[in-house]
């Protein structure tokens, strides 16, 4: 993805420009701008564009989006620490997308989305649970393919559209859970069902990275050790980061749902034993 000649790399630590990103994060910038002021002309008026959360959540799915694919990062997931891959994808399926789903106001997502349009058929089967959930672990597994992580590594363009394949399947992924507009939303007992298979899967490539006895990516023994990680550390750390980090997040998601569950039900409970007493 580097703008920069290879020749011209003396040092591993070297700035690489990458204006693919630039213009991406632009790109997500301008759009929230665009959505900033036309909010104004399509809302009554009083009606906020957005809340101070989806404001908040906006800036920082930008900023972890910039840190996780731009220099220095990218250059060394890319290159040298797969660890740092892996950290890289956990930024851009697990914490980026549902940020962008949830910074994104209702009236904006059906504004965008012709609800009985054709964009709309097409959303509402991407995002059906059961399809969003094969393509996105489909493609996770591809990515861990051999094959596919020395292409990556090797070729910037073909890394590039590989990370926005992912990235598009995550937001897809994570539709059921956080989509803007609710009716594309599971039941809160169907989401925490569908956070607990989605954390199951990634245990065989995490636990595959973690006990292989030599280097599963040579891509990635190139002699170079930065901070002293060596690749077979580097590979064990990348399947502890899949495995703990990634699924501490989604059980936490789904800890934090059954608890507003619970909390509802015992409240809607109480509501209707005190409308009975009132009878």
């Avoid at 094959?147 to 073909?158: I, K, P, T």
Wanted: hydrophobic share 55%; glycine share 8%.
């Amino acid at each position: 993805m580097s703008v920069v000649p290879m020749l011209a790399v003396a040092s591993p630590w070297a700035f690489q420009a990458h204006p693919e990103v630039w213009f991406l994060v632009l790109a997500i910038v301008g759009l929230g701008w665009w959505a900033s002021h036309i909010g104004t002309r399509v809302l009554p008026v009083g009606v906020p564009v957005a809340t101070p959360f989806q404001k908040c959540a906006f800036g920082l799915a930008v900023v972890m989006l910039l840190l996780s694919a731009d220099w220095p990062v990218h250059d060394i997931a890319e290159e040298h620490l797969y660890s740092v891959h892996m950290l890289q994808h956990m930024s851009i399926t697990m914490f980026v997308p549902p940020l962008f789903l949830l910074a994104t106001p209702a009236w904006l997502a059906r504004l965008v989305i012709l609800e009985g349009g054709v964009s709309s058929k097409v959303l509402r089967r991407m995002s059906n649970p059961v399809v969003a959930g094969v393509l996105f672990n489909a493609l996770v597994a591809l990515t861990h393919w051999n094959g596919v992580v020395r292409l990556s590594a090797e070729n910037g363009a073909f890394h590039y559209m590989a990370h926005l394949a992912i990235f598009t399947s995550a937001l897809m992924m994570w539709m059921p859970v956080v989509s803007p507009i609710r009716e594309h939303r599971l039941g809160p007992p169907g989401q925490m069902l569908y956070l607990f298979l989605m954390s199951l899967i990634p245990t065989i490539p995490a636990g595959w990275l973690t006990f292989a006895e030599g280097a599963v990516y040579r891509v990635y023994d190139d002699g170079f050790e930065p901070w002293g990680i060596g690749v077979i550390s580097d590979q064990q750390a990348a399947g502890a980061i899949m495995k703990v980090l990634g699924g501490f997040f989604l059980w936490g998601v789904i800890v934090v749902k059954f608890a507003r569950f619970a909390a509802s039900e015992r409240s809607n409970r109480s509501q209707r034993l005190y409308d009975q007493d009132r009878t």
